[in-house]
C-alpha cells in the first residue's frame, strides 16, 4: 500500500462510485469523499470501505473550491494526494507503476503528470484529443487547485513535476441525454471564463504568469488565450474540423464522429451562442456582464 489518499468529489455518483473505490483501495492509505450532500446510495456505497471518510460540503458551483475545501479540511496524514473523479479509474500498468517510482521519488519531485484517456460509448478515444495530460498526484502540502470555472488544474506551491508513461480513465456510465445535459450546465461556465479572457473581469488574466502549471497546461492556456480572439463560431467549426481531420479522430468511426461532434463543435458553438447572447445585452461594459452572469447564472466574479 502506497503513502497515498485519495480524494474525490461526489453528487449522485451511486453509478460510478464502487467502481472507482474497488480500483483505488488496495494502494491508497485513505480515500476522502468530499459530497454535496448526494440523494442516491452514494454515501451508502462508499461507507462499505473501511478506509474512506465522508465529509459533506454544499456545492457552490466551482469544482476547485471544493477541492480545496476537501484538501483543507481531510485529515490527510499521507506524503501523496491523488485527485480523482467519481467516473474516473487508474488503469492496471498505471498502479503498478505508482507503487514502483512513488516510494524512491526524490524529495524535490512534487507532483506527478498522468495520462487521462477518454471512454465515449465503452471505447478509447484514441485520437483527436489524446494525451491528455494532468497533474493529479502531489506531495501534500505542495500543491491546490487553482481558482478558475473551467479547465482549473492543480498548480505546485514548489518542487518540479515528472511524467508516469500510463493512463488513466474517464468513463462516464451516463447516456448520451445525460451527457449533453452535463455540457449544457458547463456551457455557461466556459462561456464566462471566456469572457473573463476576453475582458479580465476577475483579474486573473494578470496572475496566469505566476501560476506553477504543467507544461502542457501552460500551452493549452496559451491557445485559449489565442482561441479567444477568434469569431465566435468560426472557432468552434475551426475546432472541430482541427480534432476530426488533423488529429484523425475521423477515424474512430461513428462513435468518434459523435463524440468530436458534441465534445468539439456543438459544446463549442453553444458556449459562443451564450456569449454572443451576453454581449448583445451587455456590449462590452465589464460590470454590466458580471451583475448579468450574477443575477441570471448564480456565478459570482
Known sequence: MLDLSVIILTYNEELHIRRCLENVKSIAKAIYIVDSYSTDKTLEIAKEYNQVVVLQHKWE???????NWGLGNAPVTTEWVLRLDADEYLLPELIAEMEEKLPAMDEGVTGVILKRRHIFMDRWMKRGIYPVKLLRLFRYGKGMCEQRLMDEHIQLLEG?????????????????????????????REAVDLLDMEYDLTGAAKEDEHRHLTE????????????????LFVRSFLYFCYRYFLKGACLDGKIGFIWTFFQGWWYRTLVDAKIFEIKKICGSDKTKMKDYISTYYKIQL
Request: aromatic letters at 18%.
Open 61 to 67: 458551483n466551482n469544482y476547485a473550491k471544493q477541492f
Open 160 to 188: 518540479k513535476a515528472v511524467e508516469f508513461e500510463y493512463d488513466f480513465a474517464d468513463h462516464n456510465l451516463n447516456n448520451l441525454s445525460w451527457f449533453c445535459h452535463k455540457h449544457v450546465d458547463y456551457a455557461i
Open 216 to 231: 502542457q497546461a501552460i500551452h493549452k492556456r496559451a491557445m485559449k488565450h489565442r482561441y479567444v480572439k477568434q469569431p
